[in-house]
């Protein structure tokens, strides 16, 4: 509950904003930003290999957002 609390702080391109945290008759939710599309895992198996450049952006982009959190 304190994560989600700290992450409705974070606002950066490379994070998906938290909204809400909370609890309803004992249940735990966090809500998220939508984002369409897919995720690393299935973006990498439908894509395959990715070139160094395209591997290198990715992988700035993740440590901007762990860098910012």
Do not use: S
């Not at 004992?26 to 995720?39: D, S, T």
């Amino acid at each position: 509950h304190k994560e989600g609390e700290l992450g409705i702080l974070l606002r950066h391109n490379n994070i998906v904003a938290t909204y809400d945290v909370g609890a309803v008759h004992g249940q735990h939710y966090m809500a998220l930003e939508f984002i369409e599309g897919r995720n690393l895992r299935e973006f990498l198996r439908v894509r395959g290999k990715l070139d160094l450049k395209a591997a290198i952006q990715l992988c700035l982009d993740m440590l901007r957002g762990l860098d910012y959190a």
